[in-house]
Structure formats: C-alpha cells, structure tokens
C-alpha cells in the first residue's frame, strides 16, 4: 500500500481565499483523522470520521473549516475564507480501530496563508 | 487543560548512550499509550505502544515504560544513534474510543 496520500504538498494562498485539502486513506482503514500542527499548539485534532461518519469536530477551530468524507478513499478539509493565522501543517492519518491502534499519518499539506 | 504533556522540549544526547524521553497524563480513563517519531518534512510514524495492563513493551532498542500510579510513560533509546534524532510525540487513548490527544513533542538530537 502507498500509504496516506496527501495533496498537495504545499499550498499559498492569499487572506480570504478558499483552500482544500486533499486526502486518501490506507485501504481498509475504518478511522480517518485530521490534524494540524503549529508551533504554538502542537499537534492538535481537528475531526475525526469512523466508517465516514464524522465523530467528533470539537476541534475545529469555528466554523471556516468544514471537512468531508464522501466515501472510504477520500477526505477534504476546506476552510473559507482562509486567515493568516490558518497557517500551519495539516496532517491526515487513518487506521484500523481507532484509539488503541497506531494511525498512519500522511507527509502533511503546509499551508501559508499571507 | 493539556492531557498530555512532554515537559522538555528538547533532549541532546551522545551517540551510543540511553536516551530518555518523558511523557505524563491527567486523563486516568486513558488505557493505550504510544510514541511516534517525526522526521522534518514527513508524518509521524508510529514507534511502539503500550497497554495499561502492561507496564514495560520493548522491541529492539526502545522500550516503553509505563507508571500508571504516577501517569507518567518513559520511552528509553538504547543505544542511541544519530539516525534516531526526530521528533518524539507521546499519544493517549482509550481503546473503546476513535481519537488519540498527541502531547507537544520532544524534540531528540544524538551526536555523533
């Protein structure tokens, strides 16, 4: 397996424009997980979908940022209108059972938003 | 409130000696423990986990320790080498539950 896939790997982007991010999970993977990572708060959660399903979103920051898994192999997370302070490296990972399995991370999307 | 923490930033330690790296909770729900590692410009990747029935996992020249009276985990590198330095993430679940909360990292350098 390629392992998780993300796209792209880098993306600029201009205060106020839409940004999507793209993600394809290990096949047979159950758990797909959204992360970010900054400086400031390390690696924090953002969503997580079981089965496609969204669990839980507490951690989207508010409401610019929207994710979807239309189906088994593909995740995007959007945010609109993108700020300055949205810059970070996003982070996709999914696995088998969730919690007490290893998640498989993807080599991220760094996002620079000027 | 932060569940899982790494309290140092940074660790730098000479080729071929134990490396150390700490990681404490507050959850007391959590019963699965892990570490990752990161290289710069790469995901994390899974290193070696820990249930809380256990208290010690090794494989090879890592093993976990874990203290569950003290919620405190250790991750020991024996013998270190250069290729190990990386970011080292602490991770905590529950094996009923999706999600996993990352600690801040540690960040390893071993000299040659």
């Known amino acids: 397996d390629a392992g998780v896939i993300q796209s792209p790997r880098h993306e600029v982007t201009e205060m106020g424009q839409e940004v999507t991010l793209r993600c394809k999970p290990i096949?047979?993977?159950?758990?797909l997980f959204w992360y970010r990572q900054t400086m400031m708060r390390g690696l924090e959660l953002l969503i997580y979908?079981?089965?496609?399903?969204?669990?839980?979103d507490s951690g989207m920051p508010e409401d610019r940022f929207s994710a979807k898994m239309p189906n088994a192999s593909f995740s995007t997370l959007k945010i609109q209108p993108s700020e300055p302070r949205d810059s970070a490296v996003y982070f996709c990972?999914?696995?088998?059972?969730?919690?007490?399995?290893?998640?498989?991370f993807g080599n991220g999307t760094r996002l620079t938003v000027t | 409130d932060q569940q899982v923490k790494q309290n140092s930033p940074s660790l730098s330690v000479q080729e071929g000696r134990i490396s150390i790296l700490n990681c404490d909770y507050t959850?007391?729900?959590?019963?699965?423990f892990l570490w990752y590692k990161k290289y710069p410009a790469e995901g994390p990747t899974f290193l070696i986990s820990?249930?809380?029935?256990?208290d010690k996992n090794e494989d090879g020249r890592f093993t976990v320790f874990l203290n569950k009276s003290a919620k405190h985990l250790s991750l020991h590198i024996v013998p270190s080498q250069p290729g190990d330095s990386a970011v080292y993430f602490c991770?905590?679940?529950?094996?009923?539950?999706?999600?996993?909360?990352f600690g801040d990292g540690t960040t390893l350098t071993v000299k040659p």
């Open positions: 979908f079981n089965n496609n399903v969204p669990i839980d």
């Open positions: 820990i249930s809380s029935i256990k």
């Open positions: 990972a999914s696995s088998f059972y969730g919690g007490k399995t290893p998640l498989h």
């Open positions: 991770a905590a679940g529950t094996a009923n539950a999706g999600k996993s909360t």
């Open positions: 096949s047979g993977h159950d758990y």
């Open positions: 959850n007391s729900m959590f019963d699965y």
